[in-house]
Nanobody, 115 residues
């Protein structure tokens, strides 16, 4: 069974940058397309970025396109989210998971953007 652990969040000023990491255990991780999701208070979870199993195809929500970059290193069983030019609206708990058949959700990592 795959276990997902998110890290790298924190408090950052608007315009700043953070890099999130999603570390996975289990042997099936590299066979799955993986997404970064976020959930802010009062809002439903949304998919902000995704990457194919090989890393050859990526997609982004319009709200983060041009600012966020998703990547993966299957040898390290890790997916990354580089977040630049952060805005107040990016404040949320960020999670990683598969796109279709979810693994158990991790605890997520809190990203807070201040003015």
């Amino acid at each position: 069974q795959v276990q997902l652990v998110e890290s790298g969040g924190g408090l950052v000023q608007a315009g700043g940058s953070l890099r999130l990491s999603c570390a996975a255990s289990g042997s099936t991780f590299s066979s799955n397309a993986i997404g970064w999701y976020r959930q802010a208070p009062g809002k439903q979870r949304e998919l902000v970025a995704s990457i194919s199993s090989s890393g050859g195809d990526t997609n982004y929500a319009d709200s983060v396109k041009g600012r966020f970059t998703i990547s993966r290193d299957n040898a390290k069983r890790t997916v990354y989210l580089q977040m630049n030019s952060l805005q107040l609206e990016d404040t949320a708990v960020y999670y990683c998971n598969a796109l279709r058949y979810y693994f158990p959700w991790g605890q997520g990592t809190q990203v807070t953007v201040s003015s």
